[in-house]
Nanobody, 114 residues
Framework: VQLMESGGGSVQPGGSLRLSCQTS????????MGWHRQTPEKDREIVAR???????FYEDSVKDRFAISRDTAKNTIYLQLSDAKLEDTGLYLC?????????WGQGIQVTVSS
């Protein structure tokens, strides 16, 4: 199983960006999927999570601004960033869990700056 992230880059405060994470093979057996963020100042932290049955979780600082979703036909997970803030800057890593085994993508940089 491999994950490939795309869509990162630079965005101004208040702007929007959509991250994509495409999984190799079928995504039918994924139990959990999500995005973490890593910065030099902080350990890797959860940003958003989507469970197989549709339950979603968001870290407090991104609630009402970020949205996680999936397209099963495209085997792709998305993270929509809106109203970007400087503190959203970081390396975003997607992950999926199948039968308790977790697979990580390599990460994609998002930089919020004016």
């Amino acid at each position: 199983v491999q994950l490939m992230e795309s869509g990162g880059g630079s965005v101004q405060p208040g702007g929007s960006l959509r991250l994509s994470c495409q999984t190799s093979g079928t995504s039918d057996d994924i139990d959990r999927m999500g995005w973490h963020r890593q910065t030099p100042e902080k350990d890797r932290e959860i940003v958003a999570r989507l469970m197989r049955k549709g339950d979603k979780f968001y870290e407090d600082s991104v609630k009402d601004r970020f949205a996680i979703s999936r397209d099963t036909a495209k085997n792709t997970i998305y993270l929509q960033l809106s109203d970007a803030k400087l503190e959203d800057t970081g390396l975003y890593l997607c992950y999926v869990t199948r039968a308790s085994k977790i697979t990580w993508g390599q990460g994609i940089q998002v930089t919020v700056s004016s």
